[in-house]
């Protein structure tokens, strides 16, 4: 676990975010929330925080773009914080897939986790891996925070055996080969199983024709390519992602689309149908644009996450993409003013009225 101790004192001034001045030796008592509800576009009581909060702001694990983006987020965020503000960073997420589910069980306030997760949860009668559909307890402040995609990596090694160079062609002629895919409740084993539908054929399918699936960690599939234990992986990274970088750094390998048909496929499953340019994923091997598909992380949050916390987080994470830029380059495609598209039937009130305020919303 790993926690974030707010230490600054008078840049909370410089922001203009914390309703205390120079002389104060102690900050004033917020007034209750309910006694102020019609705060005007440009009030500078908006978004204000006087008292020391402590949130809670769960991550994947630290070879992850997920923990860059929290500790990033988390940062700025103490940056605003009154002083004496916490906020806990532990790799506890249990993944992109089912990390909602943390959030509406009290687990965390915060999270960065997939949009298309929240939405599946939302719409599925039975949720996501069979943990209950979601009908409230959790709300979105800031979406689109980048556009990761279905990756498909092959070994080089396993194409000059096979001759095989797609995952098509994998599935029409049987070819064995040794997958290895994140654990259960990451959105990449997700995405793993989902272009497995989209091809018409289960997992049994894939080992009855002498393959086998091994999930592991992101570390650990890297060591098993490298080792030549590995010949195909299937994820769903965001651009740089640091353990891929390694992985193809160590090990010669090819990142493959896939064909108009299954990106339809799963298109129709909310994925967003994208042409992956050469190169801009930063992974050795990304030669030639491709076909595939993608969808963004967004910052998540309680439902009862107070309003003005809320206001202040999301307009904190939107004022502030040169540092989000600096910590990933993946997160160059975040648009702040589309921060409220997506999930916008559980946009936050607090986040509501950021957006409203800078006409981002109408």
Same mark, same amino acid.
């Given at each position: 676990?790993?926690?974030?101790?707010?230490? =600054?004192?008078?840049?909370?001034?410089?922001?203009?975010?914390?309703?205390?001045?120079?002389?104060?030796?102690?900050?004033?008592?917020?007034?209750?929330?309910?006694?102020?509800?019609?705060?005007?576009? *440009?009030?500078?009581?908006?978004?204000?925080?006087?008292?020391?909060?402590? %949130?809670?702001?769960?991550?994947?694990?630290?070879?992850?773009?997920?923990?860059?983006?929290?500790?990033?987020?988390?940062?700025?965020?103490?940056?605003?914080?009154?002083?004496?503000?916490?906020?806990?960073?532990?790799?506890?997420?249990?993944? *992109?897939?089912?990390?909602?589910?943390?959030?509406?069980?009290?687990?965390?306030?915060?999270?960065?986790?997939?949009?298309?997760?929240?939405? $599946?949860?939302?719409?599925?009668?039975?949720?996501?891996?069979?943990?209950?559909?979601?009908?409230?307890?959790?709300?979105?402040?800031?979406?689109?925070?980048?556009?990761?995609?279905?990756?498909?990596?092959?070994?080089?090694?396993?194409?000059?055996?096979?001759?095989?160079?797609?995952? !098509?062609?994998?599935?029409?002629?049987?070819?064995?080969?040794?997958?290895?895919?994140?654990?259960?409740?990451?959105?990449?084993?997700?995405?793993?199983?989902?272009?497995?539908?989209?091809?018409?054929?289960?997992?049994?399918?894939? =080992?009855?024709?002498?393959?086998?699936?091994?999930?592991?960690?992101?570390?650990?599939?890297?060591?098993?390519?490298?080792?030549?234990?590995?010949?195909?992986?299937?994820?769903?990274?965001?651009?740089?992602?640091?353990?891929?970088?390694?992985?193809?750094?160590?090990?010669?390998?090819?990142?493959?689309?896939?064909? !108009?048909?299954?990106?339809?496929?799963?298109?129709?499953?909310? $994925?967003?149908?994208?042409? $992956?340019?050469?190169?801009?994923?930063?992974?050795?091997?990304?030669? !030639?644009?491709?076909?595939?598909?993608?969808?963004?992380?967004?910052?998540?949050?309680?439902?009862?996450?107070?309003?003005?916390?809320?206001?202040?987080?999301?307009?904190?994470?939107?004022?502030?993409?040169?540092?989000?830029?600096?910590?990933?380059?993946?997160?160059?495609?975040?648009?702040? !003013?589309?921060?409220?598209?997506? %999930?916008?039937?559980?946009?936050?009130?607090?986040?509501?009225?950021?957006?409203?305020?800078?006409?981002? =919303?109408?």
């Amino acid at each position: 676990m790993r926690k974030v101790i707010a230490s =600054i004192l008078v840049v909370l001034l410089v922001f203009g975010l914390v309703g205390c001045n120079s002389n104060s030796s102690a900050p004033e008592t917020k007034e209750p929330a309910q006694e102020e509800p019609n705060i005007e576009p *440009g009030d500078e009581k908006a978004g204000e925080i006087k008292d020391p909060v402590d %949130l809670m702001f769960i991550s994947m694990a630290s070879t992850t773009a997920i923990y860059t983006y929290s500790t990033t987020i988390a940062n700025m965020l103490l940056d605003v914080l009154p002083p004496g503000s916490t906020i806990d960073v532990p790799e506890t997420s249990p993944g *992109g897939l089912t990390a909602q589910y943390s959030v509406i069980n009290g687990d965390t306030d915060l999270v960065v986790m997939n949009g298309i997760s929240v939405r $599946w949860s939302m719409e599925n009668e039975n949720g996501v891996m069979d943990l209950g559909k979601v009908t409230g307890g959790v709300s979105s402040l800031v979406n689109g925070l980048d556009m990761p995609h279905i990756t498909i990596l092959f070994s080089k090694a396993f194409i000059d055996k096979t001759n095989c160079t797609s995952i !098509e062609d994998l599935v029409k002629n049987k070819v064995p080969a040794n997958f290895y895919v994140k654990q259960k409740g990451n959105l990449g084993e997700g995405a793993f199983m989902q272009v497995l539908e989209a091809l018409n054929v289960t997992e049994d399918d894939l =080992i009855s024709w002498g393959c086998t699936v091994t999930r592991d960690t992101a570390a650990n599939i890297g060591t098993a390519f490298q080792d030549g234990l590995a010949d195909v992986t299937i994820d769903h990274l965001p651009n740089g992602q640091a353990a891929t970088v390694q992985l193809t750094t160590n090990t010669e390998c090819k990142i493959v689309g896939m064909a !108009e048909e299954t990106a339809n496929a799963l298109a129709e499953k909310g $994925w967003t149908k994208d042409i $992956w340019k050469a190169g801009a994923s930063k992974f050795i091997g990304h030669d !030639e644009d491709i076909l595939t598909v993608g969808a963004p992380n967004c910052l998540i949050a309680r439902s009862d996450l107070d309003e003005d916390l809320a206001y202040l987080i999301t307009k904190t994470v939107c004022e502030n993409k040169d540092k989000l830029v600096a910590a990933s380059a993946a997160l160059e495609v975040f648009q702040p !003013e589309k921060g409220g598209e997506i %999930l916008t039937e559980i946009l936050h009130p607090g986040a509501l009225r950021y957006y409203k305020e800078m006409g981002y =919303i109408k």
